[in-house]
């Protein structure tokens, strides 16, 4: 049996590096699929179908908010386009609720 005093110290959850925590070692080369949403909208086929080069989709997000960033369908941050190299980049804005664990997250399907 060992002393709780050897233990190592559990990762505080207000940390915002998950980094710190034991064992992430364990996790760290796991793969996630990460995407950004800008928005969505809903339409008919028909509206769908009629759709041509040069058509213009209103999404639901104003051009000033940030952007959804998602790790496998669950809500992790919210972000702002950049450019990097000239290439899309995304940089973090807000982490979202890190504080209220899993059933705070939204999830995608």
Request: charged content about 25%; proline content about 4%; hydrophobic content about 45%.
């Amino acid at each position: 049996m060992t002393d709780m005093a050897e233990a190592p110290p559990r990762a505080d959850r207000r940390d915002k590096s998950i980094a710190g925590a034991p064992n992430f070692d364990l996790l760290a080369g796991v793969s996630l699929r990460v995407s950004v949403e800008v928005g969505s909208t809903s339409m008919t086929l028909a509206d769908l179908l009629s759709l041509s080069e040069g058509s213009v989709v209103e999404l639901d997000r104003a051009a000033n908010e940030l952007l959804d960033i998602y790790a496998n369908g669950t809500l992790i941050a919210k972000g702002e386009i950049v450019s990097v190299d000239g290439r899309y980049g995304i940089q973090i804005a807000e982490v979202v609720a890190p504080d209220r664990g899993i059933a705070g997250f939204d999830r995608r399907a």
